[in-house]
């Protein structure tokens, strides 16, 4: 069985100067065929122009550019799309394509399944296999950008598909380095969001580094008594430090955190709720995402739409940016917490 290591996609500039070193090769080939994966998205080593036949059979004799295979595309009504990628390992994942009217979302994940077994999530329903490398993150981007034809200007990427993104700390830095790499896919810094149930040692390490993304946690109770039920990692971190830990995170002007709050009926979502939320928020600098929930089995129901507008209306009176997520892509189960390999 092949080696993750041998595949292109996911190496840093760095690494490809060490590998064209071992080759004999100038150093500049390097930057060449970084370029031609994160810039041009190149299906094969042939369409390198700028570079040596001879040399392009040696990399193709050794490597290969990309790891992961496109299976399926699911399409919705509503125009999005879930990605269906076979790994090199013959595991599988899901990505969502979300076009909206100037920008487009892209959803990537970052785990085969997932160990953090939130409630009211599919994944988390799978459990956890394993991380994916820096490469197959990065390639789920590449592949949905090549099939939609899309402008890498145009682009929301966040990390919200399988998998909690801080437990694959090493692989998801090192993706979000290669995404927003002006030299490469030069996605915007701004335009890219890593969301996270609350690992407050993952929290940690994003503190220290020099370019610290933005961050999205999913907050959805207000009571640990809830939490601990709907979101059983709140029995290690408990929401209230990771609000205050977040606090510390240096945010520049007009930076936010955003919280997202998926809308459970007669759980989460009455105006107690609203009001603890609203003082639970106050002393940080947030904005509130609400999500209308997607049920995957009878165990929890979605609050009605009119009851997740009053809650809106609530905390928008008290000063919050609160908005309503556009769930999109329940009937091909790509929506908000729904992605569980449904179409293998
Ligand atoms: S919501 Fe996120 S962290 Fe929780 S189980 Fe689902 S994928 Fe994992």
């Not at 040596?52 to 059979?57: D, H, L, P, T, Y």
């Amino acid at each position: 069985m092949v080696d993750c290591m041998e595949f292109l996609a996911g190496k840093e500039l760095f690494e490809l100067e060490e590998l064209i070193e071992i080759f004999g090769e100038k150093r500049y080939r390097a930057k060449q065929i970084y370029e031609w994966i994160y810039v041009h998205n190149v299906d094969d080593f042939s369409s390198m122009s700028n570079i040596s036949k001879s040399f392009r059979e040696k990399l193709k004799g050794e490597f290969s550019l990309y790891s992961i295979k496109l299976e399926n595309i699911n399409k919705s009504r509503d125009g999005s799309k879930k990605f269906l990628f076979k790994l090199w390992d013959g595991n599988f994942i899901e990505s969502v394509y979300i076009p909206e009217r100037e920008w487009s979302t892209i959803c990537i994940s970052s785990q085969v399944g997932c160990a953090m077994g939130c409630k009211f999530c599919a994944t988390g329903k799978m459990g956890f296999v394993r991380n994916l490398s820096a490469g197959e993150i990065v390639e789920q981007l590449i592949h949905v950008i090549k099939s939609e034809n899309l402008k890498k200007k145009r682009v929301n990427v966040v990390y919200m598909g399988m998998g909690e993104p801080l437990l694959n700390f090493d692989n998801v830095i090192k993706s979000y380095n290669l995404i927003t790499d002006p030299d490469g896919m030069s996605i915007s810094r701004r335009r890219v969001t890593i969301s996270t149930c609350g690992i407050l040692d993952g929290l940690e390490k994003i503190r220290a580094l020099e370019k610290i993304p933005k961050l999205a946690i999913s907050l959805n109770a207000t009571k640990d008594e809830i939490r601990n039920e709907l979101m059983p990692i709140n029995k290690k971190y408990s929401f209230k430090d990771v609000l205050n830990f977040c606090d510390k995170l240096p945010l520049k002007k007009g930076e936010r955190i955003t919280i997202e709050y998926v809308m459970l009926k007669d759980k989460n979502d009455s105006m107690e709720d609203a009001k603890r939320l609203s003082k639970l928020l106050k002393p940080f600098r947030t904005k509130i995402n609400l999500i209308p929930y997607n049920p995957i089995d009878d165990v929890y129901d979605s609050s009605p739409m009119d009851r997740i507008f009053k809650f809106q209306e609530f905390l928008k009176k008290r000063g919050f940016t609160v908005t309503i997520r556009d769930s999109k892509g329940k009937d091909i189960s790509g929506a908000c917490g729904m992605l569980a390999l449904k179409s293998i």
